[in-house]
């Protein structure tokens, strides 16, 4: 599969290009359906209503007395409009993150911050595929592996995969196929 037959932008074109290996052949390749709430960022835009809020009031009640003691809130309000935001700085994330599978690795290609390009890379190996969430409208999330997150509250767990997959059965079903070990025939 060439890269200039799919529907990706010259810049995904090129952001794809510079992370393939020597001799590396693209077999699929796609971009998640872009979903403005996501389990994550859904939670962060609930937490900074409660948050904004409160920051409002005590940004009022401080400039009452005094305004510079109303600017010790500015942290505040920084960390509850990013909050709010998240949504939004998530979706635009998806937009520009593309999915591939090639001979060698699946792979999850995005852009990071000031120009960076990031990437997720899987082994191609039996039982790669995790777990598969499959939505009504067919798009799902394949999960290909887990990632610690550890914070002062303890640590948790974040699947990593191809998240908002369209027809995720199928690629499910792509990398059973690409992966499965065939028996060797006797004679």
């Known amino acids: ?33 872009p979903r403005l709430f996501s389990a994550g960022s859904l939670g962060s835009f609930l937490f900074s209503l409660p948050w904004l809020g409160f920051i409002a ?13 109303a600017c010790f809130s500015i942290p505040f309000w920084c960390v509850g ?29 995005y852009p990071g911050l000031f120009g960076a390009v990031k990437n997720r890379v899987w ?7 995790e777990s598969c969430t499959v939505r009504k409208d067919g798009s799902g999330d394949l999960v290909l592996g887990y ?18 997959v369209p027809d995720v059965r199928r690629v499910e079903q792509f990398l059973y196929d690409l992966t499965e070990e065939k028996p060797e025939i006797q004679e």
Not at 57 to 69: E, K, L, P, V
């Open 1 to 33: 599969m060439k890269l200039s037959d799919t529907e990706l932008s010259y810049e995904e074109r090129q952001m794809v290009e510079n992370n393939l290996m020597r001799d590396e052949e693209i077999l699929w390749v796609s971009k998640p359906v």
């Open 57 to 69: 009031f005590w940004t009022w009640g401080a400039a009452q007395g005094s305004a510079i003691f």
């Open 81 to 109: 409009l990013g909050l709010f935001l998240s949504p939004w700085w998530n979706l635009r994330t998806q937009k520009r993150t593309v999915y591939l599978i090639t001979s060698r690795r699946a792979m999850e290609v």
């Open 123 to 129: 082994p191609l190996e039996s039982g790669m595929v």
């Open 147 to 164: 990632e610690e997150r550890h914070s002062r509250n303890g640590s948790h767990t974040v699947s990593r995969g191809f998240m908002n």
